[in-house]
């Protein structure tokens, strides 16, 4: 049970410290460019402060997590994180936020990043690497999804029904409310990881100079080849970040359904995740990267050249979410590199503060390179290019791939040069196990029974949120008709009642104003729930054979208006059986 608090506290905080920097524009980008007047541009820009800032923290960051407790390193982050969502949500302007990014870019990396992986491969470990890192991606998955999906029920909440029709202010409003929600989440992940974590036992017990493991790594061409591999990687994943984008601008979607697509598509990440780790660990986690770089850029290739019309609507969506599966299950296994590459654990955390370095360089660069691109030709033609730009990094990415494993040909014993005196001292302070030693059916249901929880709990949770989703929908959809014919029910009685009381009146126009009225309540019918289409029906029925009698019998206006109160009391029914 504590092994699986301690994955399960990895992946809240591993998710949550990054929702406030990243999450935030991921899934309500069209609205945080509108209350913050931004640009595509400039927003990459704020980014590219996060990532100079992150650079500088990686390597030290590493070092740092081989020497101290995960759980101080990272309860710190959580909490300071979170105190700049509270900044965030002042709507300060653009130097207000290019600073408060540059201190997010030291919040979450160095005092955390390095704990968060050094702490994931220790609870992996010689056998599981795969299932770890994939556990924790598809966790952090189900977390940012959820996170994602309640972020996009605050926002309609506080955004009229017609999204397009909100003032400044209104939005203003949803998007601080959307940020002291993450922010508060933040604080809490802290709080769990402080509880959860043990205080220690996943502090390194090595002494070991980390100048010294800098320069074994450094020194090492198979940690570059992992870097290079990360950095092809995360570019595919910085261009989740402008799927929400893509959905206003080119699928005429708003901002609400835009950042609901968008959270569709995280819930992919558990599945895709744990299985790409699972898959890791049974076969080789480097050829999986490959057969992934591959599907992703024919995805993007093919995205490249796609408009929204006809058959290409439907590629459209199907590589919207292919590549959401492609690009997280990358992320849930190229950690899992470190393992392939039989990276010493003492060497751990310098190893991933020099991967990171390089490998999440794209905080730098992707933004302010896909912003312009996307500013240079605003609308389909621009995010064109941008996939064709994507397809690009997977081909240098699938290049890198190649290499790791003629790399891997030598061994990795000897990639890594240590002295024998290094490398006894480690085998001395870590117990390392027999990799071929074969676990019993038991052994690996108890190994992954957060990997089959999370699973479980993915596949339910994107059910029960898609069925939601479409439900709010059709009630939404329902809700607009009802009033709409209630109007229409009001001005067609009305038309009535003076054309056959009415004396001074033009009756032949009123009836003709009168069978526009019919004919949009019939059509309206159409697309509404219950009885109101039979009631429809009967009403235009009985408007077409005595409307020409109103004003000479009084049956005939009887019979008109309770045919007009039958589809009022059918849509009064439908607005009561809303859910």
């Known amino acids: 049970m504590r092994r699986i608090m301690l994955m399960l506290a990895l992946v809240v905080a591993g998710e949550l410290v990054f929702g406030l920097p990243f999450n935030v524009p991921r899934f309500f980008r069209p609205t945080m460019l509108d209350v913050f007047v931004l640009t595509n541009t400039e927003l990459g820009d704020m980014f590219a402060v996060y990532g100079i800032a992150a650079m500088i923290a990686y390597f030290p960051g590493g070092a740092v997590a081989d020497h101290f407790s995960a759980r101080s390193l990272m ?325 890198f791939v190649a290499w790791l494993t003629f790399l891997h040909r030598f061994g990795g014993e000897k990639l890594w040069k240590l002295s024998e005196q290094t490398r006894n001292k480690s085998r001395q302070r870590w117990s390392i196990t027999d990799m071929n030693q074969k676990s019993t059916l038991r052994e690996q249901l108890r190994r992954n029974a957060v990997a089959l929880i999370s699973l479980t709990i993915a596949l339910a949770s994107l059910g029960y949120n898609t069925w939601r989703n479409e439900a709010s929908e059709q009630n939404r959809n329902q809700r607009l008709v009802s009033i709409e014919l209630l109007s229409m029910l009001g001005d067609l009685q009305q038309a009535t009642l003076d054309c056959h009381y009415g004396e001074s009146i033009d009756c032949p126009a009123t009836l003709r104003r009168g069978w526009t009225k019919v004919l949009t309540i019939r059509d309206l019918s159409l697309v509404s729930s219950g009885s109101i289409p039979e009631s429809a029906d009967a009403l235009f029925e009985i408007w077409r054979a005595d409307s020409a009698h109103l004003g000479k019998a009084d049956a005939t206006e009887k019979r008109i208006i309770e045919a007009l109160e039958a589809v009022r009391r059918d849509t009064h029914d439908v607005l009561v059986n809303l859910d």
């Open 75 to 399: 309860v710190a982050s959580l909490l300071a994180t979170a105190a700049g969502g509270l900044y965030m949500a002042t709507l300060p302007g653009a130097i207000g936020m290019r600073i408060l990014y540059g201190y997010w870019g030291i919040t979450t990396i160095f005092l955390f990043w390095g704990a968060l992986i050094r702490a994931t491969r220790d609870w992996g470990g010689e056998n599981a690497q795969g299932a770890a890192f994939g556990i924790l991606e598809g966790g952090r998955g189900l977390v940012a999804a959820s996170a994602a999906t309640f972020g996009v029920i605050v926002l309609a909440n506080y955004l009229p029904d017609n999204v397009r029709l909100a003032t400044v202010d209104e939005r203003a409003a949803a998007f601080r409310t959307v940020v002291l929600l993450y922010t508060l989440v933040t604080a809490l992940a802290g709080v769990f990881a402080w509880f959860a974590i043990p205080a220690s036992k996943l502090a390194s017990e090595v002494e070991f100079s980390p100048l010294r493991g800098m320069g074994i790594v450094i020194r090492c061409p198979i940690v570059w080849a992992q870097a290079a591999i990360i950095l092809c990687a995360y570019c595919c994943y910085k261009g989740l970040d402008n799927y929400s984008l893509y959905a206003v601008q080119v699928l005429g979607m708003d901002q609400v359904e835009g950042a609901r697509l968008a959270s569709y598509g995280a819930w992919t990440r558990p599945v895709a995740a744990v299985l790409a780790g699972l898959i890791a660990d049974r076969f080789n986690a480097t050829r999986s990267i490959g057969v992934m770089f591959i599907m992703l850029g024919l995805c993007y290739g093919v995205w490249s050249l796609s408009a929204p019309t006809g058959s290409g609507t439907m590629i459209i969506y199907a590589n919207f979410f292919a590549t959401y599966i492609g690009v997280y299950a990358l992320r849930g296994v190229y950690f899992a590199l470190l393992e392939d590459s039989q990276t010493p654990r003492f060497l751990t955390g310098a190893s991933v503060g020099m991967i990171s370095l390089v490998g999440f360089a794209p905080d730098v660069f992707f933004g302010p390179i896909s912003g312009r691109i996307l500013d240079a030709n605003p609308g389909i033609v621009g995010h064109q290019n941008y996939f064709l730009f994507l397809a690009s990094i997977t081909i240098v990415g699938l290049l």
